[in-house]
């Protein structure tokens, strides 16, 4: 009997903890019940929940979890700091936890936060049917999150500095369009009169829509977003992760560091602004710290020092929709702090091969604009087997040209490439004018009645004279190529002529685009002047090829010309070249 008395007052005890879990007010009705039955109150929460759990299938610890997250979420937003603190620490005191591990809960759902309502293929289509706003095109969209981490002294906040001022103004960034608007420099990281000797000799002036930050912490995220809502800046750049970090009871390493990257990238994305963060670099080369620094943001870039003393290497490591990934090789002036854009580097074996890239881009540029190509779309294949190019490298040469604003691309719904094309207009990076193609010439030829293919301001392929002359040459003697190529005599040409040079050519460096070194003897590499027919037999048929008289020298001595099949320019004495004039009426 007295087993059964103890047995219906144990399940009564149950029913009243599990009621008041499910249905009541635990915060009021299980210290009542812990002091009428003697039982410690964290002993009955425990209870509460397994019968919950037991009973329903239902995690009690998850929903004051997600409960927590909710309160957690408007006290972060409360922009006094000190009121901030005290309701976190009465926060802490609810769920009787200190504030620190509050904190850490919070910053890791975060970084694990999901969507809500996945999207079907037609619905994230529909958000996303715009092209790609960029804020310097082909390689930093619009509303992401960059992180550029450096070691110290290799400029990574000079080089934000040049991408703010290209921002504040709207001038291209080495050839690359920007777009014009507000910036917000958050630098707190170097000494105030630092800034503004950088500002000063980046020319930015007192009217540039700027504005700075010099003592924020993250703990002012609240205001930073009230006054980003307010103005609304294209770029925010925070100069450093470090430095806006002092205050964090975290360490480096810890997972909850990144924390502040993540509302950064909650406010970058809400209100359409690109954010820039600077950070260090570790031993190995990678951003400082722990791993969700680096997952929490889009792009990652790492900047470096190259071999020479004032390379730099740019090594975009992470990317979602910004330039690929590979190293990018500039150029540092320490005088006025500019970064001039080399090319993809390749390494020392390869150091000629952004010149060779330079003169593929010229070359596709000027074959989509030839004829009746303008406005029709080619795939990189195509363009690859049309000029005979390597598919990589061609497809590289048109992503380059895009992004410089150069040629149009689009992809068709269910195509997997993009195709590229022009306008029929030139757009001139240096002044962002836009230049109408010039119309056909008239047809060429020479005084022996073999016919020149009809040369373009854009493009003169190989044509059968020259493949003749190539084919009947079987070494490269002077006397014997110009006993073969005869011209109709000219005594001085005019700008727009076709000419070729001759054999014995000396190509003069100065005005001239720069040849591939690694063709050239390296007693003639330094040399003013070199005679073609001592560079490789590549060189030579090259530059004696087609070209077009771009200018004459106020002496009439020297001629510079645009060879039309690559765009190389160079410079050559009048009396080493030979005109090609149109005979008779042919």
Request: glycine share 6%; proline share 5%.
């Amino acid at each position: 009997m007295t087993t059964d008395l103890r047995r219906n007052a144990l399940n009564e005890l149950l029913q009243e903890i599990y009621d008041a879990t499910v249905t009541g007010t635990p915060e009021l009705e299980l210290p009542q019940i812990a002091r009428w039955s003697g039982v410690p109150l964290e002993t009955l929460e425990d209870i509460g929940k397994r019968l919950v759990e037991k009973k329903l299938n239902h995690d009690i610890d998850a929903d004051q979890f997600n409960e927590m997250l909710s309160r957690y979420r408007k006290i972060d937003q409360i922009e006094d700091a000190g009121l901030r603190a005290w309701k976190l620490q009465g926060l802490a005191r609810r769920y009787k936890r200190p504030v620190q591990h509050l904190t850490e809960a919070y910053s890791k759902a975060l970084v694990n936060q999901c969507a809500v309502k996945p999207l079907t293929p037609k619905e994230f289509r529909a958000l996303h049917e715009a092209e790609v706003d960029w804020l310097v095109k082909g390689w930093i969209p619009t509303g992401t999150m960059l992180l550029l981490h450096a070691d110290g002294g290799v400029g990574k906040t000079l080089f934000s500095y040049e991408l703010m001022e290209c921002v504040l103004t709207g001038k291209p960034w080495n050839g690359y369009p920007v777009k014009q608007g507000k910036v917000l420099l958050v630098q707190t990281d170097e000494p105030t009169l630092v800034t503004h000797e950088r500002i000063d000799i980046r020319g930015i002036d007192d009217e540039a829509p700027l504005s700075l930050l010099t003592d924020w912490q993250i703990e002012a995220m609240a205001r930073l977003e009230t006054f980003v809502k307010e103005t609304r800046p294209e770029l925010l750049i925070v100069d450093s992760l470090t430095s806006i970090n002092r205050s964090c009871v975290f360490s480096e390493n810890d997972t909850e560091y990144a924390r502040p990257l993540l509302e950064l990238a909650r406010l970058g994305n809400t209100y359409g602004c690109t954010v820039i963060i600077i950070h260090h670099s570790n031993a190995e080369g990678n951003s400082r710290g722990t791993r969700a620094i680096y997952n929490s943001v889009s792009e990652v870039w790492g900047l470096s020092k190259g071999e020479q003393l004032n390379d730099r290497l740019l090594r975009v490591q992470k990317t979602r929709l910004g330039r690929p990934p590979g190293r990018y090789r500039f150029r540092f002036d320490d005088e006025d702090f500019t970064f001039a854009y080399q090319g993809e580097d390749y390494g020392p074996d390869h150091a000629d091969q952004s010149d060779t890239e330079a003169t593929n881009e010229k070359r596709i540029q000027l074959w989509l604009n030839e004829g009746d190509r303008p406005g029709t779309p080619f795939t990189a294949q195509e363009v690859s087997e049309f000029l005979g190019l390597a598919y990589d490298t061609t497809r590289r040469s048109l992503y380059e040209l895009w992004a410089k604003g150069l040629v149009k691309r689009s992809r068709l719904q269910g195509q997997k490439q993009y195709t590229y094309f022009t306008s029929g207009l030139l757009r001139d990076v240096t002044t962002d004018q836009l230049i109408a193609p010039s119309k056909p010439s008239d047809q060429l030829c020479k005084p022996d009645a073999i016919t020149v293919s009809p040369p373009t301001d854009q493009l003169i392929t190989q044509n059968t004279v020259f493949e003749t002359e190539k084919n009947l040459k079987t070494k490269r003697s002077v006397d014997q190529y110009e006993a073969f190529v005869t011209f109709e005599a000219v005594t001085t040409p005019q700008i727009g002529d076709i000419i070729v040079a001759k054999a014995h050519a000396r190509w003069i460096r100065s005005g001239s685009d720069k040849l591939p070194w690694r063709e050239v003897r390296p007693s003639d590499k330094q040399a003013a002047e070199i005679p073609i027919d001592l560079l490789t037999a590549t060189l030579f048929e090259e530059l004696i090829q087609p070209s077009k008289v771009l200018e004459l020298t106020r002496d009439s001595q020297k001629v510079k010309v645009r060879q039309q099949t690559t765009g190389r320019t160079s410079v050559f004495p009048i009396s080493d070249v030979c005109v090609l004039k149109k005979v008779g009426n042919g």
